[in-house]
């Protein structure tokens, strides 16, 4: 087995990998959590735009077992990337808003402002078939 990912709910998952386990340990000494979050359309349509995930990777607190606080990142994440691209961003206002352009957006507002973990990877998915990914 190289990989076990374990849903939280609908929104959120964590990743364990084979390096990830210590060895011959039960526990694991690293893993990925990915949570998902939608960014609304600014003209009040009701569709959204899109959705992306954020994959934060880091060791897991033997105390809490998290790599890090679910709501702590939910806050960051509303407050650096959701409520200022809803409102409008560098990304939205200089021409088309590509996919590209706004998972790199998101990867520069939330690289370094984590509260535990590193940023691993944003994937934007603006329909089933067309979705970015960034990993700096």
């Known amino acids: 087995m190289e990989r076990i990912r374990l ?4 929104d959120g998952c964590v990743d364990v990998t084979a390096p ?3 060895a011959g340990g039960q526990f ?3 893993a990925s959590v990915t949570r998902r979050y939608t960014l609304p359309e600014r003209s009040g349509a009701g569709a959204p735009v899109a959705e992306f995930f954020v994959t934060v990777h880091g060791p897991v607190d033997p105390d809490r077992g998290q790599v ?3 709501l702590a990142l939910d806050r960051l994440v509303q407050d650096r990337a959701v409520l200022p691209l809803s409102k409008g961003s560098e990304a939205r206002s200089h021409g088309v808003a590509t996919g590209e352009r706004l998972a790199r957006d998101i990867w520069s ?3 370094g402002a ?3 973990g590193r940023l691993r990877q ?3 998915m603006q329909t089933p078939d067309r979705w ?3 990993a700096g």
Request: charged share 35%.
């Open 109 to 111: 507002r939330l690289k």
């Open 7 to 10: 849903y939280d709910d609908e």
């Open 114 to 116: 984590l509260p535990a």
């Open 122 to 124: 944003i994937r934007l």
């Open 132 to 134: 970015f990914e960034y």
């Open 20 to 22: 990830d386990m210590a």
């Open 68 to 70: 890090v606080d679910p």
């Open 28 to 30: 694991p000494v690293s």
